[in-house]
């Protein structure tokens, strides 16, 4: 069973950049789907779509980030990357890693397209 883990979380004042990742272990597939989805505080049931990015390198994005946040993969180092730029007190929450193996995804966007998750990684942006 693949494994993902995050990394790059922290507390930032508004207009601040942060660089979260995610190392994928026990990772094989050649087709997939990975995306970064955000919980905001207090909202345990809750996962809000940030962005995702296919094994041939076309990204999907909500669009309440577009323009400041840009997914990334790096294959020789199994890891997925969300570049967050220009962040709002609203981008605050737990930033969790998703992986859909073996498909190529028709809702990207949507949280139960995916079927492997990670912990999350903590993002605070003060005012």
């Known amino acids: 069973q693949p494994r993902l883990e995050e990394s790059g979380g922290g507390s930032v004042q508004a207009g601040g950049s942060l660089r979260l990742s995610c190392l994928v272990e026990?990772?094989?597939?050649?087709?997939?789907?990975m995306g970064w989805f955000r919980r905001p505080p207090g909202k345990d049931d809750e996962k809000v779509a940030v962005?995702?990015?296919?094994?041939?390198?076309?990204?999907i994005y909500a669009d309440s980030v577009k323009g400041r946040f840009t997914i990334s993969q790096d294959n020789a180092k199994n890891t997925l990357y969300l570049q967050m730029d220009n962040l709002t007190p609203e981008d605050t929450g737990t930033y969790l890693c998703?992986?859909?193996?073996?498909?190529?995804?028709?809702?990207?966007?949507?949280?139960?397209?995916?079927?492997?998750w990670g912990q999350g990684t903590q993002v605070t942006v003060s005012s």
């Open positions: 962005a995702a990015i296919e094994n041939d390198d076309s990204t």
């Open positions: 998703a992986a859909a193996f073996g498909e190529s995804l028709r809702h990207p966007l949507n949280r139960w397209s995916y079927g492997t």
């Open positions: 026990r990772y094989t597939y050649t087709k997939y789907t």
